[in-house]
């Protein structure tokens, strides 16, 4: 009888096993120019949200190898979704501008290039996340 049991907890449990979750989405940046501050990686969901206040989910990083730095986000809902990079080389979490307006710091959005002048729009800058995997590869601009 015991075995019996033990045999059927053993089935029972493996029917009802959870599969380990793939990686909703993967955000690769490349192309950074030097080990010196942080990797601050804001991620958006809405026009409104953009570039001012980061999803709770937002990694911060310190720089400590010149390599590519991988993100990877499991819990987002599918919906559209924008990113911006900004090396912060002197630690201040924002991006340091100079009197025009430019960039001080390395940045970078997903799915955009090439930075334009003035704030990118959400739109230019969503992508799509559903059911399946997105890799994004985003290179800093460092002019």
Sequence with gaps: M?????AFLFITA????????ADLLTVRVTEIPGVKGDL???IYDSPESFTDSPMEISPKVEL??????????????PGKYAIAVIQDLNQNGKLDR????MPKEPIAFSVIKKIPKG?????????????????????????
């Design 40 to 42: 601050l990686v804001g």
């Design 64 to 77: 400590k190898r010149l390599e590519d730095q991988a993100f990877v986000f499991n819990d987002l809902k």
């Design 14 to 21: 493996g029917a009802f096993a959870v599969e380990p979750e």
């Design 2 to 6: 015991k075995l019996f049991l033990g």
């Design 98 to 101: 100079n009197f025009l307006g």
């Design 119 to 143: 704030k990118p729009k959400f739109e230019a800058c969503a992508f799509e996340v559903g059911e399946e995997p997105v890799e994004l590869v985003i290179p800093l601009v460092t002019k």
